[in-house]
């Protein structure tokens, strides 16, 4: 099997980017999930958002784009099942996401390796 990296940023701002964790986790680290994928199946991960900044922000999610041999959709859900729309204000301290990763009915069996990084705005 091949692997297909596929990288998100998380943008914040500086003055709070210290203070948020994703699934527990500082920030300064990557998160990484381990994603085996095939055609047409739909996998969900849940993860938290934890803002212990006491200050509202604004946070956003990128992901790279599938290369020609990778054939996926990914979206943020929220807990109704609702896509996330970015920038997305954070004003309470824990906020529970899914991230749901769609593969093409013609993908093949691929290991999928997600990695979140962080990214500090101004």
């Known amino acids: 099997m091949t692997k297909c990296i596929i990288i998100g940023t998380i943008r914040v701002p500086a003055n709070v980017g210290q203070a948020i964790k994703l699934n527990g986790k500082k920030c300064n680290e990557e998160t990484v999930w381990d994603i085996t994928g095939y055609g047409g199946e739909s996998h969900v ?11 509202d922000f604004d946070i956003e999610f990128d992901f790279s784009t599938p290369s020609l041999n990778d054939s996926y ?37 691929e290991d999928y390796e997600i990695v979140l990084k962080l990214d500090y705005a101004d």
């Open 73 to 109: 959709s990914i979206s943020i859900l929220d807990d109704g099942d609702d896509p996330v729309v970015f920038p997305f204000n954070i004003s309470k301290e824990l906020v529970n996401w899914k991230l749901k990763i769609d593969f093409d009915k013609y993908a093949t069996d």
């Open 45 to 55: 991960t849940l993860f938290t958002v934890e803002n212990k900044s006491n200050v």
